[in-house]
């Protein structure tokens, strides 16, 4: 009966079910909801051609910015010798709306996770390296996920790839309840 | 401090944000992800969402959404051309085609009357329903659509105005128990319909 289904749907129900979170069944709701909205269909479509080409990584943070000069790096009264390390872009959003954090950052995008195949090689642990072996960095804040995957991604940060370059590592505290 | 995320990736969550059942951090979680993908895996989501608009269409007899007009089922031979099923979403018609237990056309609405969100019959495809039976091959029409006010009042509709008087048979899905369920727990509207559509042994 899935023949029933013309092609180019099922590719696009495909495409969908790819994403995290996403199942079969929440993917052919979409299509066939974008099927009866063709503005929201070719919003997306552009919307996703302009994340692409209009965005990169700051070659300094690995953050997602939009210009060559990444706001927090390029701001002269943010404390250079602090960098924060998190998983996403979203977790240094979060981090700077609490306003208690003046240092700079480092993006890894992602956490090592053995069960989805992404190793250390995956994520932005060399270039963490590279800007602390440059010496204006006297303290790494490790801020990964409370976790499985964010405890062993602090934990190779620590014990590896910053060990014994002579700097101060320390980790957000976590209380033992949540 | 959210004007720290850049516009072109707020454009994008806030275009997830428009499909139904995915809220501002669903979308956000999908954005970073894609993000951290390689380019390819946006590019195909981007293709895929062209592509059906461009390589789709509806079929000009039931309406159904295809590659090809007439669809596949319009155009299959085999089938019994004298009965339709009409339904209000082309999902209705997959939901159908899996039971395997009707071999007749179909006819798609899009949509079902609703003076709520603004729906009136001009605006679902009852006219070309119409015309379909008009042309007198038709023999029976079973209308399928949603059980509730909104199914209730197209198809009351369609048979009281729209195909009154056209001679031809229409019927209506029976509501009845579900299958596996218990009277106990069914709602007294379900099984009173249940009752009224009683089948002899």
Do not use: W
């Given at each position: 009966?899935?023949?029933?289904?013309?092609?180019?749907?099922?590719?696009?129900?495909?495409?969908?079910?790819?994403?995290?979170?996403?199942?079969?069944?929440?993917?052919?709701?979409?299509?066939?909801?974008?099927?009866?909205?063709?503005?929201?269909?070719?919003?997306?479509?552009?919307?996703?051609?302009?994340?692409?080409?209009?965005?990169?990584?700051?070659?300094?943070?690995?953050?997602?910015?939009?210009?060559?000069?990444?706001?927090?790096?390029?701001?002269?009264?943010?404390?250079?010798?602090?960098?924060?390390?998190?998983?996403?872009?979203?977790?240094?959003?979060?981090?700077?709306?609490?306003?208690?954090y003046?240092?700079?950052?480092?993006?890894?995008?992602?956490?090592?996770?053995?069960?989805?195949?992404?190793?250390?090689?995956?994520l932005?642990?060399?270039?963490?390296?590279e800007?602390?072996?440059?010496?204006?960095?006297?303290?790494?804040?490790?801020?990964?996920?409370?976790?499985?995957?964010?405890?062993?991604?602090?934990?190779?940060?620590?014990?590896?790839s910053?060990?014994?370059?002579?700097?101060?590592?320390?980790?957000?505290?976590?209380?033992?309840?949540? | 401090?959210?004007?720290?995320?850049?516009?072109?990736?707020?454009?994008?969550?806030?275009?997830?944000?428009?499909?139904?059942?995915?809220?501002?951090?669903?979308?956000?979680?999908?954005?970073?992800?894609?993000?951290?993908?390689?380019?390819?895996?946006?590019?195909?989501?981007?293709?895929?969402?062209?592509?059906?608009?461009?390589?789709?269409?509806?079929?000009?007899?039931?309406?159904?959404?295809?590659?090809n007009?007439?669809?596949?089922?319009?155009?299959?031979?085999?089938?019994?051309?004298?009965?339709?099923?009409?339904?209000?979403?082309?999902?209705?018609?997959?939901?159908?085609?899996?039971?395997?237990?009707?071999?007749?056309l179909?006819?798609?609405?899009?949509?079902?009357?609703?003076?709520?969100?603004?729906?009136?019959?001009?605006?679902?495809?009852?006219?070309?329903?119409?015309?379909?039976?008009?042309?007198?091959?038709?023999?029976?029409?079973?209308?399928?659509?949603?059980?509730?006010?909104?199914?209730?009042?197209t198809?009351?509709?369609?048979?009281k105005?729209?195909?009154?008087?056209?001679?031809?048979?229409?019927?209506?899905?029976?509501?009845?128990?579900?299958?596996?369920?218990?009277?106990?727990?069914?709602?007294?509207?379900?099984?009173?319909?249940?009752?009224?559509?009683?089948?002899?042994?």
């Amino acid at each position: 009966m899935s023949n029933l289904i013309p092609e180019p749907m099922s590719k696009l129900i495909d495409v969908f079910s790819r994403l995290p979170g996403v199942g079969p069944n929440t993917a052919s709701r979409l299509t066939y909801f974008l099927l009866s909205q063709p503005d929201i269909s070719e919003g997306l479509a552009t919307a996703l051609r302009d994340m692409k080409s209009n965005t990169h990584f700051c070659p300094v943070c690995c953050n997602i910015m939009v210009n060559d000069l990444c706001p927090i790096c390029g701001d002269p009264r943010r404390d250079p010798h602090r960098i924060m390390v998190v998983e996403m872009p979203h977790d240094l959003l979060t981090i700077e709306q609490t306003g208690s954090y003046n240092g700079l950052y480092h993006v890894l995008h992602g956490a090592i996770s053995p069960a989805k195949s992404i190793g250390p090689d995956k994520l932005r642990i060399r270039e963490l390296v590279e800007r602390v072996e440059m010496g204006e960095v006297s303290e790494v804040i490790i801020a990964t996920n409370p976790g499985q995957e964010g405890d062993a991604t602090a934990m190779f940060i620590q014990k590896y790839s910053l060990a014994g370059k002579g700097i101060k590592i320390t980790r957000l505290h976590s209380s033992g309840l949540s | 401090m959210s004007n720290a995320i850049p516009e072109p990736v707020t454009k994008l969550i806030d275009a997830f944000s428009r499909l139904p059942g995915v809220g501002p951090k669903t979308a956000s979680r999908l954005t970073y992800y894609l993000l951290s993908q390689p380019e390819d895996v946006s590019e195909a989501l981007a293709t895929a969402l062209r592509d059906m608009k461009s390589n789709t269409q509806f079929c000009s007899v039931c309406h159904n959404i295809t590659v090809n007009d007439p669809c596949p089922i319009c155009s299959d031979p085999r089938r019994d051309h004298h009965t339709i099923v009409v339904v209000e979403e082309p999902l209705d018609v997959l939901a159908i085609e899996r039971t395997g237990s009707f071999d007749g056309l179909y006819h798609v609405l899009h949509g079902a009357i609703s003076p709520v969100n603004g729906i009136g019959p001009d605006k679902l495809r009852i006219q070309e329903l119409v015309t379909r039976v008009e042309k007198g091959e038709i023999l029976e029409v079973i209308i399928a659509t949603n059980p509730g006010q909104e199914g209730d009042a197209t198809a009351m509709f369609i048979q009281k105005n729209a195909l009154a008087g056209k001679g031809v048979k229409i019927t209506r899905l029976a509501r009845g128990l579900p299958v596996g369920g218990d009277i106990e727990y069914v709602d007294a509207v379900t099984l009173s319909r249940a009752l009224q559509g009683r089948n002899e042994l």
